[in-house]
T-cell receptor, first 118, second 113 residues
C-alpha cells in the first residue's frame, strides 16, 4: 500500500522569506502524480501544485515550486516570498496515474501547519 | 458554476442517530469520493464512485454507506452514529479518464455526542 509521510507537524516563516515543507512517500508504482493541497482556516481544500512522476522537470506555480526526487521518493514544497495569506495547513498527496482500478484515489500525508509571522 | 457543494456545513448528532451527508457537483465529473479528516491523520478515503452506478470501499468504510444517486450526486449515510465518527467530511469529484485532479467541497463538520 502507498503511504505518504509529512514529518513536520508545524513550521513557521517570516513574511517575505522562504520556507520548505517536506514530504516522503512509499510506492512500488512508476507512474503516479504528487500534489500539494492548501487548507486555510476556511477548511476549503485548494490545489497548490501538481507533479507528474514521469516528468523530470520540477513543477512551479508562481511563488510555489517543488523539489521532486523520484529515486529518493521525496517531494518537498518551497514557498518563496511568503505572505500572510500562505498561512494554512498543507497536505502532500499521492495518486496512481488514473486508469485501470486506481480511479484516481488520493493518499494524503498527515499535514503541516504553516504559520507566517509579519 | 458552483463546483462541489455539500450539505449541511455543520451537524451535531447523538450516539445512535442516523443522518445523510449530501454532495453534488455540476462539472459533469464521472468520479466522486468521500474522505474524512481527523487531526494528525490527514484525509482518509471512505468510499468512492468511479462512475455513475458504481461504488466501492476505500480505506475506512466501516459504519458508512453511500449512494451514487445520479451523475451529479453522491451521498454518505451514517446509520447509527458513534463518537468515533466525529470528524470533518469532504466530498470530491474528478473528471475521469487519465485526469487525476480532484475538486473538493467545503466540508461538513460532524460531532457525535
Amino acid at each position: 500500500a502507498q503511504t505518504v509521510t509529512q514529518s513536520q507537524p508545524e513550521m513557521s516563516v517570516q513574511e517575505a522569506e522562504t520556507v520548505t515543507l517536506s514530504c516522503t512517500y512509499d510506492t512500488s508504482e512508476s507512474d503516479y502524480y504528487l500534489f500539494w493541497y492548501k487548507q486555510p482556516p476556511s477548511r476549503q481544500m485548494i490545489l497548490v501544485i501538481r507533479q507528474e512522476a514521469y516528468k523530470q522537470q520540477n513543477a512551479t506555480e508562481n511563488r510555489f515550486s517543488v523539489n521532486f526526487q523520484k529515486a529518493a521518493k521525496s517531494f518537498s514544497l518551497k514557498i518563496s516570498d511568503s505572505q500572510l495569506g500562505d498561512a494554512a495547513m498543507y497536505f502532500c498527496a499521492y495518486s496512481i496515474r488514473a486508469g485501470g482500478t486506481s480511479y484516481g484515489k488520493l493518499t494524503f500525508g498527515q499535514g503541516t501547519i504553516l504559520t507566517v509571522h509579519p | 458554476n458552483a463546483g462541489v457543494t455539500q450539505t449541511p456545513k455543520f451537524q451535531v448528532l447523538k450516539t445512535g442517530q442516523s443522518m445523510t451527508l449530501q454532495c453534488a457537483q455540476d462539472m459533469n465529473h464521472n468520479s466522486m469520493y468521500w474522505y474524512r479528516q481527523d487531526p494528525g491523520m490527514g484525509l482518509r478515503l471512505i468510499y468512492y464512485s468511479a462512475s455513475e452506478g458504481t461504488t466501492d470501499k476505500g480505506e475506512v468504510p466501516n459504519g458508512y454507506n453511500v449512494s451514487r444517486l445520479n451523475k451529479r450526486e453522491f451521498s454518505l449515510r451514517l446509520e447509527s452514529a458513534a463518537p468515533s465518527q466525529t470528524s470533518v467530511y469532504f466530498c470530491a469529484s474528478r473528471l475521469g479518464g487519465k485526469t487525476n485532479e480532484q475538486f473538493f467541497g467545503p466540508g461538513t463538520r460532524l460531532t457525535v455526542l
